[in-house]
């Protein structure tokens, strides 16, 4: 099982260099392309990491976008291969992906104070909650092998995916987490693990293992009656393989004029054409 944690394609507001946390900033031109190249990259790949089965993302509009190309792509390519058992996937919005509050700084050009933004630990509590509500059931169905190898995909923002896949780590790798975490920029402030570009994605690979009789699942909870069917209760695994990917972008450049960095215009509907994926023999 592949976990996939992806950033969302440009905005108008990261293009203008504006804080946008919670303020719902577009997706430019550029950034519909970022996220159809993303897309289509995700359906090419899918014979070796199989189908994208589960698409989740944060409830702002350039995360949900993004998502929406992946499913998109996944209806159009992959459902229909044989290999494909469980049909399209679904997207699931929560609003625990959503982006740091930036507080009075929201709609300010970077720079401006923001003593009132979301903290750090206001930002883990949310990742936590996500990870129990979502990310968790679905990890139990890959160590009770009611699912079939599949790869999940989560959209979000820069800030707060720092904030996922940290606790996701000191949950299931605490080795992982001490060999990606770096020093924050400044005394006092918390390490950061890893970069995001517009849909950069870090890639992690979920395993099962079988513990010896007695070890406990590494941070996952199960429900008592598996536990009690098989003592020996398998244990979830996660290493991180790709950090900040982009090689989807390769060759991708910005239209001139302006025209790639404003906010796109849904009755353009013909770039679509040029990302369709190849359907192969």
Do not use: C
């Not at 976008?65 to 997207?91: E, F, R, Y």
């Not at 599949?150 to 080795?175: E, F, T, W």
């Not at 590494?218 to 009656?225: M, N, Y």
Request: charged share 20%; aromatic share 6%.
């Amino acid at each position: 099982m592949r976990l996939f944690l992806v950033r969302h394609g440009e905005t108008v507001d990261n293009v203008a260099g504006i804080y946008a946390g919670v303020r719902d900033s577009p997706l430019t031109a550029h950034g519909v392309l970022q996220a159809k190249r993303l897309a289509t990259y995700l359906a090419i790949r899918s014979s070796t990491i199989g189908p994208v089965q589960h698409v989740l993302s944060s409830d702002l509009q350039r995360a949900a976008d993004t998502a929406q190309a992946i499913v998109d792509a996944q209806i159009s390519t992959v459902a229909s291969q044989p290999w494909s058992k469980s049909g399209p996937p679904t997207l699931v919005q929560s609003a625990d992906l959503r982006e740091r509050n930036f507080g009075s700084a929201e709609g300010q050009r970077f720079g401006f104070p923001r003593d009132d933004a979301e903290t750090h630990d206001e930002m883990r509590v949310r990742a936590e909650r996500f990870i129990n509500n979502h990310l968790d059931p679905l990890l139990a169905d890959l160590v009770l092998g009611t699912r079939p190898a599949a790869s999940v995909v989560v959209v979000s923002h820069g800030i707060l995916l720092n904030s996922l896949l940290k606790a996701l780590l000191a949950r299931y790798a605490p080795s992982e987490l001490a060999r990606l975490a770096q020093p924050g920029p400044a005394v006092g402030q918390p390490v950061y693990l890893a970069s995001w570009s517009n849909t950069g994605y870090v890639e992690a690979v979920i395993g099962a293992s079988s513990p010896s009789p007695g070890a406990s699942s590494t941070g996952l909870t199960l429900a008592a009656p598996a536990i009690t069917a098989s003592p020996t209760v398998p244990a979830v695994t996660l290493s991180v393989a790709r950090v900040n990917a982009v090689d989807h972008l390769d060759g991708l450049k910005k239209t001139r004029g302006g025209i790639g960095s404003a906010q796109f215009d849904r009755r353009q509907r013909t770039v679509d054409s040029f990302f369709r994926p190849v359907a192969k023999d």
